[in-house]
Structure formats: structure tokens, C-alpha cells
């Protein structure tokens, strides 16, 4: 019996003409975006504390929002290409 051959199905990005010019433009564009996130969490931080300190409490409350948007926003920008490879994993054994 001839033994069946299993070929592994994945997108061919050597197709694309600056596939290399768009990886490393994605790349960019994740570290700006992480780079974002965590300076928005230091400004968000530091005027939380301030707020607090100063009994501002209404100014501390948006602050605080303004540190979960922070932190969210780092973890889906951190998680993006982790995410996009899964998918990609999960396509191939469609």
C-alpha cells in the first residue's frame, strides 16, 4: 500500500511582491503601539496619584479608567501577533 502523504497548507507570503516591507511595517507598527500604551498608563498613573492626593476624586475616578484602558490596550496590542499566528495554525488544519 502506498502510504498517504500529508502536505501542510499555509499562506504563501513569498507571493506577495514586499511581503519582507510589510512584516517589518507591522512589526513597527506593534511597538509604537505598545510604546503608546505604556507612556498612556504612566500619564494616567501619575495623574491618578496626584488626583487622589489632592482629593480630587472625580479626576482620580478618570484617571483610573485611563489605567485599565492602558493596560487593555497593551495586552491586545502584545497579543495581536501571538493571536494572528494561532489563527493561521488553526487555518492550516482546516
Not at 34 to 48: C, D, G, H, K, N
Not at 75 to 94: E, F, K, V, Y
Amino acid at each position: 500500500m502506498e502510504q498517504s502523504r500529508v502536505t501542510a497548507v499555509a499562506p504563501n507570503f513569498g507571493a506577495v511582491g514586499g511581503a519582507a516591507d510589510l512584516r517589518a511595517i507591522v512589526g513597527a507598527l506593534l511597538t509604537y503601539g505598545l510604546i503608546i500604551a505604556v507612556l498612556m498608563l504612566i500619564v494616567s498613573a501619575t495623574a491618578w496619584a496626584i488626583a487622589a492626593g489632592s482629593g480630587s476624586w472625580h479626576t482620580a475616578q478618570k484617571a483610573k479608567l485611563g489605567c485599565f484602558v492602558a493596560l487593555g490596550g497593551a495586552a491586545l496590542t502584545g497579543a495581536a501577533l501571538t493571536w494572528a499566528n494561532w489563527l493561521l495554525g488553526i487555518g492550516a488544519h482546516l
